[in-house]
């Protein structure tokens, strides 16, 4: 996939709205992903490209680092705090010279990110965005490591920083939805409930996964194929409280 991923994506420009530098990062080109499947937590699986490796945007001078949707969206309160606090410790450097970014480097940006989006006191939405994507990420780290092979032991690593991202996802998304108002990280009501219901069940409490479900399954405005992946994680439910 390496040696065709560079073919798909172009060096985006952007103006940093902290120290008003001009700088660029690789972005996935209009329409070249090929989209396969959505995993259970929403993760999108694509045949050519982890486009979740290319969702954050970081200024290699001053630091500042956002999802690539709000990376121009900043208050003058917001700068203030990102230059206080983020610049002023800030080493900068040079544009790292690459093809593709890997996914530790996807990675490492995205917790870039998200300590800026912390640092800026942003929604919980948008936090609970990036604790996401940073979730994929490490699942898509897991992923390409054999089962039975070297690695497995940092196979199993990945996968606990994966559901550890996830429950901050939990966290934020959840306090999200009962103060902030619909599209919640670009998600519909339904959609974030199976999500919140998704990761109630991982977390094992199985009653306030299927408080959120009724609400999606019920829904005549859900979406046919997130009925069935509700209808599926229900089953999932109800077999783990049984066991």
Known sequence: METNEKKLLIDKRY????CDKQIRAKAVKSNSARFVNTMADLRPIYSNINVTKYDAVCCPNCGYSALTQHFSNLTATQKKLIQDKIQTNYK?????????YTTEMAISRMKMALL????KEAKDSEIGYVCLKISWLYQGLADEIPEDGPDASKKELY???ADNAAMKAYEHLSNA?????????GMNETTLDYLL???????????TAMQFLS?????????PRLKDKALELKDLISQAKES
């Open 15 to 18: 103006n940093c709205p902290v």
């Open 92 to 100: 900068s450097h040079e544009e790292t010279e690459c093809d593709f």
């Open 116 to 119: 800026c989006t912390i640092t």
């Open 159 to 161: 996968l606990k920083e």
């Open 177 to 185: 939805r009962m103060h902030e108002e619909y599209p919640i990280a």
């Open 197 to 207: 219901s998704y990761f109630a069940y991982k977390k094992g409490d199985y009653q």
């Open 215 to 223: 609400g999606v399954v019920s829904n005549r405005s859900t979406s």
